[in-house]
């Protein structure tokens, strides 16, 4: 499946990343399809370049994290 990493300040790619499955869910979490995502207003200074603190984050600013930074999603829930 698709997503889109950071990979330097201001500029997203896609990437192939595994598709999780139901037992990739944990109790008390879900998965999503997602629709629509969007940055944030308050995902702005990490998609500029600001030090994130993700500890999957390799370069301090959100880089290589698939979905970082994303917090606005609009989805289906596949699992929960």
Do not use: Q
Not at 14 to 30: G, S
Not at 47 to 63: L, P, Q, V
């Amino acid at each position: 499946m698709w997503a889109h990493v950071l990979v330097e300040p201001s500029k997203f790619a896609p990437i192939e990343v595994p598709a999780f499955t139901e037992a990739d869910v944990a109790e008390n979490w879900v998965l999503l399809r997602a629709v629509v995502g969007g940055v944030c207003g308050s995902d702005l200074p990490y998609f500029r370049g600001r030090a994130h603190k993700d500890t999957r984050d390799s370069k301090g600013w959100a880089s290589g994290v698939p979905g970082l930074p994303l917090h606005e999603v609009v989805g289906e829930v596949l699992f929960s």
